[in-house]
């Protein structure tokens, strides 16, 4: 028989694939072992082994049949009664957009006291801190795609608070694409908000280095890794938690040993850490610095595309790059229409196909409607999108 899919998440897997033809008993074992249940392609299987299987669909087709003309009849039904216009689905979608917006400001504002506090050596709200990653776990499993859209949209400060809840929010989203377990992703959020927590010692003049740094500079600069990792050892709320130890000591440990602070190789660096790696480095890939340029999202998957298997793990890429899509949340685009839009969400199936906004029209001035696309929709099959776009050379009205 011909598997095209499983119901486990491919970390669980024995298979490299969820797609492959069963050719040995062990392979049976194994499904018996890991799976509860298989979807096979009748088509793409011997007919030898699916001949009993399409005996049992030959039998159930006229019930399925009947079953197709009531829904499609109770469908048709549903559609003569419904009323809700467009308008005011558009206007739901901003409403998530907004209130996901009021989330992320309040976990910066909540990341700004924490921050601050330990800055003047008063203890750290750990209770707060916990609530905070909490509410990003929530916010991100009910609208990644909005909590995305935002990291990108938002005006970016140099303030630690936000590099870090946007990376927050990456990894998050990350982590729920890859099916770990609500109970670890706190824990993962927690490492993704504090990792950097040793740039507090670090001097703001070196911070804001506009160029390469000397040997000396680039050792306090990577002595914040060490720092963080004592200061949690020193929080009595924190210092049990030996993932996040983990993360903190080890998210810029690299996949060919070329990382710090121990030069670790391969699977001996903390799968969190890993993650954590992957997402810091786009997080500082796409976010505006006064010091230097910025990628677009599409560029900064690329350069993580080159660099699988040699500075990060290349199974965990190739999954954060189907996580964010080809057009991630927040990336402009340039349609073939000569319109100018953003990519306010992906569809999974489809990931070239994602949902739009259009910003410019065709002579790009700012449209003060400005409304929102789902390119999997066949009505719209002829928009498709030319290229991806850089904000710096667009005059973009504010979301």
């Known amino acids: 028989m011909k598997v095209v899919e499983l119901d486990i998440n491919w970390m669980n897997s024995p298979f490299w694939r969820h797609a492959f033809k069963i050719k040995s008993d062990k392979e049976i074992r194994q499904i018996k072992q890991f799976c509860k249940f298989v979807v ?13 299987l399409r005996q049992k669909i030959s039998d159930q087709q006229e019930a399925l049949e009947a079953q197709k003309t009531a829904q499609l009849a109770k469908k048709k039904q549903k559609e003569e009664k419904k009323t809700e216009p467009v308008e005011a689905a558009d206007t739901a979608a901003w409403q998530r957009l907004k209130k996901a917006e009021k989330d992320l400001e309040q976990t910066v504002e909540q990341m700004s006291d924490v921050f601050s506090d330990i800055k003047v050596g008063r203890a750290v709200d750990s209770p707060k801190l916990k609530r905070s990653v909490e509410t990003m776990a929530q916010d991100v499993l ?15 400060e140099q303030s630690l608070a936000e590099k870090s809840v946007n990376v927050c929010v990456l990894t998050l989203t990350f982590a729920k694409h890859l099916g770990i377990r609500k109970d670890q992703l706190c ?73 710090y602070p121990r030069g670790l190789k391969g699977k001996s660096i903390p799968l969190f850490a890993r993650i954590l790696g992957i997402t810091t480095t786009y997080e500082a890939m796409t976010r505006e ?20 298997y040699k500075l990060f793990d290349g199974r965990l890429v190739e999954k954060f790059i189907q996580a964010l899509g080809v057009y991630p949340p927040g990336c402009l685009v340039e ?33 003060t409607d400005q409304p929102e696309l789902d390119l999997l929709m066949p009505e719209l099959a002829h928009i498709n999108i030319l290229r991806t776009l850089d904000t710096r050379d667009l005059d973009l009205p504010s979301v």
């Open 289 to 308: 610095r006064f010091y230097s340029e910025s990628s677009s999202p599409t560029q900064a998957l690329a350069k993580l595309y080159r660099w699988r």
């Open 335 to 367: 349609l073939n229409t000569g319109q100018v839009a953003v990519v306010t969400a992906i569809n999974p199936d489809v990931r070239t196909r994602p949902v739009i906004r259009v910003l410019l029209s065709k002579d790009q001035t700012a449209l």
């Open 187 to 259: 824990e993962l959020g927690l490492g993704a908000l504090l990792h950097d927590i040793g740039m507090l010692k670090v001097p703001d003049n070196l911070l804001n280095h506009p160029g390469p740094l000397n040997s000396s500079q680039r050792a306090i600069i990577e002595q914040h890794v060490m720092d963080g990792v004592s200061f949690v050892g020193l929080n009595e709320d924190l210092s049990s938690m030996e993932s996040l130890r983990d993360m903190i000591a080890c998210h810029h440990e690299r996949y060919d040993g070329s990382g």
């Open 40 to 52: 096979i392609d009748l088509n793409e299987s011997d007919l030898a082994a699916t001949n009993h």
């Open 142 to 156: 009910n609208d990644s795609s909005s909590l995305l859209l935002l990291t990108r949209l938002k005006e970016k």
